[in-house]
């Protein structure tokens, strides 16, 4: 009869996991979280700055066709007004940026377009450059403050 508690014993003890080995478990899907969550979020930031690009040179093209057909520049819910942008892009928020066209003193020959992450610092920051463009078609960045036409040119 002791033969036989013997091997209760041992079947009742492999229908499950003991607390220790889903401790085990856990902590090392948290070691893979840990790893894995902050390379995600540099993804991220990078693809919301890549169409935040992608963005500033639509609003250009807009507004050089704007003044192509009407002889000035305009602003952003003007190019929206006018069907060349999307509803979404004319909305001025687009992928954790906001975006921003106005003309200039002189609407015939200025016009500036700037693209800023809606939070810019810490683990949850959409974005880490600002963007901004106007009438010399220069894309331009500048990381911590507010891009000007003094930047930094894109691609340099």
């Known amino acids: 009869m002791q033969k036989h ?3 209760n ?10 607390l220790i080995e889903l401790l085990i478990v856990i902590a090392i899907i948290l070691i893979i979280a ?4 902050p390379n995600l979020m540099r993804a991220r930031r990078a693809a919301n700055e890549a169409s935040a690009v992608a963005s500033i040179r639509t609003i250009l093209n807009c507004q050089l066709l704007y003044l192509s057909t009407h002889g000035k520049f ?3 819910s003007g190019l929206a007004d006018d069907g060349c942008l999307d509803e979404v892009l004319g909305s001025g928020n687009k992928s954790g940026y906001k975006f921003t066209s106005s003309p200039g003193e002189i609407e015939s020959q200025q016009f500036t377009a700037t693209a800023v992450p809606v939070v810019n610092t810490g683990s949850t920051a ?7 463009v106007d009438e010399n078609q220069v894309i331009r960045f500048a990381v ?3 891009a000007t036409s003094s ?5 340099k």
Do not use: D
């Not at 840990?34 to 969550?37: C, D, G, K, L, V």
């Not at 959409?126 to 901004?132: I, P, Q, S």
């Not at 930047?151 to 691609?155: F, I, V």
């Open 5 to 7: 508690h013997t091997k």
């Open 151 to 155: 930047s930094s040119p894109l691609g």
């Open 34 to 37: 840990a790893i894995a969550i």
């Open 126 to 132: 959409t974005g880490n450059r600002t963007f901004f």
């Open 74 to 76: 305009t602003s952003l």
């Open 9 to 18: 014993h041992i079947i009742r003890n492999k229908k499950g996991f003991s």
């Open 144 to 146: 911590g403050s507010t």
